[in-house]
T-cell receptor
Framework: ETGVTQSPTHLIKTRGQQVTLRCSSQSGHNTVSWYQQALGQGPQFIFQ???????GRGNFPPRFSGLQFPNYSSELNVNALELDDSALYLC???????????FGPGTRLLVL | TQLLEQSPQFLSIQEGENLTVYCNSSSVFSSLQWYRQEPGEGPVLLVTVVTGGEVKKLKRLTFQFGDARKDSSLHITAAQPGDTGLYLC???FGSGTYKYIFGTGTRLKVLA
């Protein structure tokens, strides 16, 4: 148990729809990162939030957006879903001054 | 662009055998983490190595960080079926606002 929770656990959407995924950080962690993990691959960094502001972004288009709230929980929003967006979406939290991050169980998204 | 290459990609061995997984990059990392991931779940942290040349042991698992902090290895002694899973390395770079890149993973299967 890492103390990081994600919801929902599974989700099925159709192409063109929008989706919101949620993450609750481990207590005391003020930094959250989101990753996309396609089947058989390692996680790919989407973006990172610190104190409600995005402070790092990977190679993902603007239709991937996020929010971090004052309690450090976070959302990942994906607009105009595409078939290739089908993946396991992971969030990870940490304290800003620590390098070790802890992952939630992930949300598996299937886009039909 | 930072890149982490993991090898081998797949490994199937008999119970009791030893194995080594490698994680290599041309980039210098401030730290490197090893995770194990079960299907449909988030990665679970095994260890973080920070200092060049550092060796850490976790029961039958031995982790080493290269002297130049560009590479790492994971050695498992007397593998057991419970060691089966996807092993991921992740390198941290930056300062304060750390970013992470993941290797592609090594899928290990230990046969009884």
């Amino acid at each position: 148990e890492t103390g990081v929770t994600q919801s929902p656990t599974h989700l099925i959407k159709t192409r063109g729809q929008q989706v919101t995924l949620r993450c609750s950080s481990q207590s005391g962690h003020n930094t959250v990162s989101w990753y996309q993990q396609a089947l058989g691959q390692g996680p790919q960094f989407i973006f990172q939030y610190y104190r409600e502001e995005e402070n790092g972004r990977g190679n993902f288009p603007p239709r991937f957006s996020g929010l971090q709230f004052p309690n450090y929980s976070s959302e990942l929003n994906v607009n105009a879903l595409e078939l290739d967006d089908s993946a396991l979406y992971l969030c990870a939290s940490r304290s800003r001054d620590q390098e070790t991050q802890y992952f939630g169980p992930g949300t598996r998204l299937l886009v039909l | 662009t930072q890149l982490l290459e993991q090898s081998p990609q797949f490994l199937s061995i008999q119970e009791g055998e030893n194995l080594t997984v490698y994680c290599n990059s041309s980039s210098v990392f401030s730290s490197l983490q090893w995770y194990r991931q079960e299907p449909g779940e988030g990665p679970v942290l095994l260890v973080t190595v920070v200092t060049g040349g550092e060796v850490k042991k976790l029961k039958r698992l031995t982790f080493q960080f290269g002297d130049a902090r560009k590479d790492s290895s994971l050695h498992i002694t007397a593998a057991q079926p419970g060691d089966t899973g996807l092993y991921l390395c992740a390198g941290a770079f930056g300062s304060g606002t750390y970013k992470y890149i993941f290797g592609t993973g090594t899928r290990l299967k230990v046969l009884a």
